[in-house]
């Protein structure tokens, strides 16, 4: 930190927060996860534990609220079709 400021001629940016999967959680559980460490999911979001859903940047890839949101949605009604199924 220098505290020198430029300005870049840009149209946008994409915060990282970090790069290392909180998959702790996962891991206890048995779930499968790729040499990165991130969640290993199908495109329902399932995971290889029956009943068991990931979403979002623990998946490994784009690190976009937006994609979160639209593998959350998915990773739901899953789960909802899971839920109907057991009964």
């Known amino acids: 930190m220098t505290g020198e400021q430029e300005d870049l001629p840009i149209d946008g940016v994409f915060i990282a927060v970090g ?3 909180a998959n702790q959680l996962a891991k206890n559980l048995g779930v499968e ?3 990165r ?4 999911t199908d495109k ?3 995971t290889n534990i029956p009943g068991v859903y990931a979403a979002g ?3 490994g890839g784009f690190n976009q609220w937006v994609i979160a949101c639209g593998e959350g949605a998915i990773a739901a009604l899953s789960a909802y079709e899971h ?3 057991k009964k």
């Not at 460490?37 to 290993?40: D, L, R, S, T, V």
């Open 44 to 46: 329902a979001q399932k």
């Open 19 to 21: 790069e290392i999967p």
């Open 37 to 40: 460490g991130y969640i290993i």
């Open 33 to 35: 996860l790729d040499k």
């Open 57 to 59: 940047d623990i998946t």
């Open 83 to 85: 839920i109907q199924m």
